[in-house]
């Protein structure tokens, strides 16, 4: 079983729609959670950065953590066409030595105009 | 955001040459630097780690000799991919960790093509 998992897609969606992105981890050792937005042939950038279970809102965007399930998902309100992208999870453990993330595969999520 | 610079931004050489890649973080000074694979449609993929001043930490199946890298300044790191082949390309990313210990910037990436 891998680290962890994610859904890559691709998912479409109409502009407007309420956008749900989703990982699960093994590693109870994850403290750290983060969403990065990546597009094509672009690094990735940080988009929500939280380390406990529960929401936490940015703008459109909403970071949901759930570490009793090990799961978190991305919550993205009123998509747009701009949102399209790939977007990754990663998750940082403690006493991993150096900071290291371990990335999902991401999801492709296309906002449809 | 920190401003992290990658040269060049896409190159295309033939198999057995040798490549350089730069990846310059232009606004702060970055110890630690994370050396990263991705192929299509595949996730990020770790390669190596390096503090400045010191021998990188290659991850397991990545061949040091293959893929040297140089931390030689707090702003500057380089990976060569030497006698390129053509299962060597891909988008290659380079992500310094931030002064604060606590955040990874990334570069725009560089894509390798391998004739």
């Known amino acids: 079983q891998k680290e962890v998992e994610q859904d890559p897609g691709p998912l479409s969606v109409p502009e407007g729609a309420i956008v749900s992105l989703n990982c699960t981890y093994s590693?109870?050792?994850?403290?750290?959670f983060m969403w990065y937005r990546q597009y094509s042939r672009k690094g990735p950038e940080l988009l929500m950065y939280?380390?406990?279970?529960g929401n936490k809102e940015d703008g459109r965007f909403t970071a949901q953590v759930d570490k009793s399930s090990k799961y978190i998902s991305l919550f993205i309100r009123d998509s747009q066409p701009s949102d399209s992208a790939t977007y990754l999870c990663?998750?940082?453990?403690?006493?991993?030595?150096?900071?290291?993330?371990?990335f999902g595969k991401g999801t492709k999520l296309s906002v449809i105009p | 955001g920190a401003v992290v610079s990658q040269h060049p931004s896409r190159v295309i050489c033939k198999s057995g040459t040798s490549v350089k890649i730069e990846c310059r973080s232009l606004d702060f000074q970055a110890t630690t630097m994370f050396w990263y694979r991705q192929f299509p449609k595949q996730s990020l993929m770790l390669m190596a780690t390096?503090?400045?001043?010191?021998?990188?930490?290659?991850e397991q199946g990545v061949e040091k000799d293959k893929f040297l890298i140089n931390h030689a300044s707090l702003t500057l790191s380089t990976l060569t991919v030497t006698s390129a082949h053509p299962e060597d390309s891909s988008f290659y990313i380079c992500?310094?960790?931030?002064?604060?210990?606590?955040?990874?910037?990334f570069g725009p990436g560089t894509r390798l093509t391998v004739l």
């Open positions: 390096s503090n400045e001043g010191s021998k990188a930490t290659y």
């Open positions: 590693n109870s050792a994850f403290q750290y």
């Open positions: 990663a998750m940082v453990g403690r006493g991993a030595g150096s900071y290291q993330l371990t």
């Open positions: 939280t380390y406990s279970s």
């Open positions: 992500s310094p960790l931030g002064p604060d210990g606590n955040e990874q910037f």
